[in-house]
């Protein structure tokens, strides 16, 4: 087995995971993530917790939904019993197929998702941790050979991940000290407000409240966003390529907008809700270890000397005390990325934090 | 996929578990398992059941095993409210390596086992059924080719359930009026009581309180043996071959016994206690879809034209309310089997009940 494999175990059962003697974990394995989750036993052993081992199989939900009529019974208790007295919840993605579930109906999906909420809900509430396990299927998704996507994944994954927690919670002290940002790049100069934010130290651990591994993002919750942005990395929404994503905002609503690619997925976006028209997000990506957008999520937002920018839903986490009422709310939040390169700089209340994709703290920042 | 994926599970499903609507299910799926499940889960959702799939890999196990200390902790809640809020338990074996546990030390896996001794209490008290996916690591354990196992595991599961239950129903009900057997072939005289003793018609349905599939024997509780047996089909006890083992009896009791492979095997066994002695289990295999021995006790005891009398532990099921405390107990229940060929009969209150391996309401019974 790849060394990094088990480093990977072990830095998700403790950095990320937090795991001690006696937890009660559930540990979810995809297809594809066998090796990853013989790894995690290994290091879940050694600390004396408590293993159930869930297969979470693609192809067996694909059979099981496909052949049901659709009236799933709400959160059984037998199941949900499971989540609510675990202590945490280890997801380890990485399947045979993306698209396995392809041909199983939105709305059967999405029966069963809403007849798994008090479920989903337990599960959110033990210290979960979700990562993937590098297989070939993703190495397909992300454009990249076998042995490519596995350096590409251990990469963003095996960071020192204590010396990044501090970077980040130098750029979230500024932020949380901070009334305004203001973002300038190619097709892009941006002010918005975060007066009374809390920015979130996303550190890939439990114990900054986050959950995912890799992380390595500080995000916070805009407000009055002025100006325009343009987000130039790729990326695929509601399964559809787009590219190029200009936005034009006035009084913190998007007023214009148009795009070389996937203009009506903006559209689409746009008209969900009054909501979806406002930022819900400001992230600023500082894993150095992703180097190159994969079209997933969870890596692109992370990349070091990006930002990106959520059209919907803010995060509670990034709300004060008596400031709950001001985060903006949507059934949608998409988030779109620009790369801070050369050129761009990034100011809070007029100090420039990051100038051509490096931070005043960093060696490549000039004055 | 193979048609008789399906027809297993359906069988499975239906004829074994008797899944209904609403049913909470564990599906328990061993790594080479994966085509079944799929197949079991879509049987389940068109029932309406429910489902909750756990990954049974023995590789997982070996990792926490070997890195844990042994102080387990006693069946942890989280795991023991998900069995014993189940309805049914069914548990796909097939790994990749019947060996995989194989450095794990003995007392080691003791302790779990002995941890975990309440949920699988817990699991034996629902409707669980176990069964097997032919695997290639079961087919090279049964020293055949993997399409051969194939045909082999499918000719033993997909039996005509109902009609093999009824006509074991018709010698369970000569057993049950029986009040001595005696059995006759090479090397082999033997006469045992069977009176007051409740005969089990195991057909592989937990409606006849049978729990494995494939099944297909009928089996009861002896008592005073007298005379000689050999039992010519070759076993592995206790990870070693036997073969030819020859037990002499008087009183009930094993008191002289020789074999032509693995005799110390029997020594070690009949040493263990007193009970160990005695027989625990006369069992008559009727399953015509198991024309050969596998070195698998699950198939090898059910096998049509065959017997099999197990030294020690006797099961609680043959004896009716009164008649309890006639239990033999012992710590061990060792199977050994003999082929009821050419010239051996058997007879219950002195009428032939199988002659030259037919019953006598089977076409090749000879007057």
Known sequence: MDERVHAHAETLVDWSARIESGDDVVLRVSEGAHDLAVAVAEQLGERGANLVTVYDSAEVSRAYLTAHDGEFEADPEYERSLYEQADSVLSLGGGRNTTALADVPGERRQAAGKAHEGIREARLATDWVSTV??????????????????????DAVLRDWESLAEEMGRLKDILDDGEEVRIVGEGTDVTMSIADRIAVNSAAS??????????????????????????????????????DVHLVFEDGEVVDYDAQQGEDVITELLDTDAGAKRLGELGIGMNRGIDRPTDTILFDEKMGGTVHMALGRAYGANFPEGHEDEQNESAVHADLITDMGEGSRMEVDGEVVQRDGSFRWEEGFGG
């Open 206 to 243: 439990v114990a900054y409240d986050s959950h995912n591994l890799p992380s390595g993002e500080v995000f916070t919750a805009p407000a009055d966003t002025e100006g325009e942005v343009t987000f130039d990395v790729p990326m695929t929404i509601n399964d559809r390529r787009v590219r």
């Open 133 to 154: 396990h590098p297989t070939r299927s993703l190495a397909q998704q992300a454009g990249m050979a076998y042995e490519e996507y596995r350096d590409f994944v251990y």
